[in-house]
């Protein structure tokens, strides 16, 4: 079945720290591509999205993206992270070859420590 | 309104019971969704809406899931005889629908169902 990994499970930085968390899918077609974001006691909210274009994506508060369409990959990074980037960041997938077009496929999510 | 919005924000209740789960979409969206979260299983899809229609319900884990869209807008998530297995936050998304399949979803802060 067609997946989505997300490979790092907790993560925990000090501030000022970089960031990388990785995302691969497993969909061959084109895909458009999500990162979303849940601050504790907060609801999903949308951090970046790639539909088509420059590969790599710029989305609020600092974070990237890059796009590697040979790796499959759509991996999320910050140069410099902070106490407020405490979250749970989850990765999203919508298939577009498919007869599913509509229907985000999420990864199980990475929860992001980050310490002052 | 301003953003999905979903009622009620918590229910708790006995196995056996039957739950309806509401959801108010953003105005003007004529896509909505219904999500299930569990506990380090990231966010699992269960029904699509296109207007009034459900033309996937290829995620509704059970007979005893049910849901509605009436007027374009307000649905519910029924759940018949709920089972402990069925504990989760239920989170409810909205779109614009275009025939790109560019569908950059909303979602609402979704109810924590308790099923005791």
């Known amino acids: 079945a067609q997946s989505v990994s997300q490979h790092n499970h907790h993560v925990i930085l000090s501030e000022a720290a970089s960031l990388e968390l990785g995302c691969n899918y497993s969909y061959g077609g084109t895909v458009n591509l999500f990162w979303y974001v849940q601050y504790p006691g907060q609801h999903l909210q949308l951090l970046l999205k790639?539909?088509?274009?420059?590969?790599l994506v710029k989305g609020i508060k600092g974070f990237e993206a890059e796009f590697i369409k040979s790796k499959f990959s759509f991996n999320l990074r910050k140069p410099s992270v902070q106490w407020s980037d405490t979250a749970e960041y989850f990765c999203a997938v919508n298939d577009l070859s498919g007869g599913s077009n509509y229907k985000l496929t999420f990864g199980k999510g990475t929860l992001l420590t980050v310490n002052p | 309104g301003a953003g999905v919005s979903q009622s009620p924000s918590n229910k708790v209740t006995e196995k056996g019971k039957d739950v309806e789960l509401r959801c108010d979409p953003i105005s003007g969206h004529t896509a909505l969704y219904w999500y299930r979260q569990s506990l380090g299983q990231g966010l699992e899809f269960l029904i699509y809406?296109?207007?009034?229609?459900?033309?996937?319900k290829s995620g509704l884990p059970s007979d005893r899931f049910s849901a509605e869209r009436t007027g374009g807008s307000v649905s519910t998530l029924t759940i018949q005889r709920t089972q402990q297995e069925d504990s989760a936050v239920y989170l409810c998304a909205s779109s614009f629908r275009s025939t790109l399949g560019y569908n950059e979803q909303f979602f609402g802060p979704g109810t924590r169902l308790t099923v005791l």
């Open positions: 809406f296109q207007g009034n229609s459900a033309p996937d």
């Open positions: 790639y539909f088509s274009g420059d590969p």
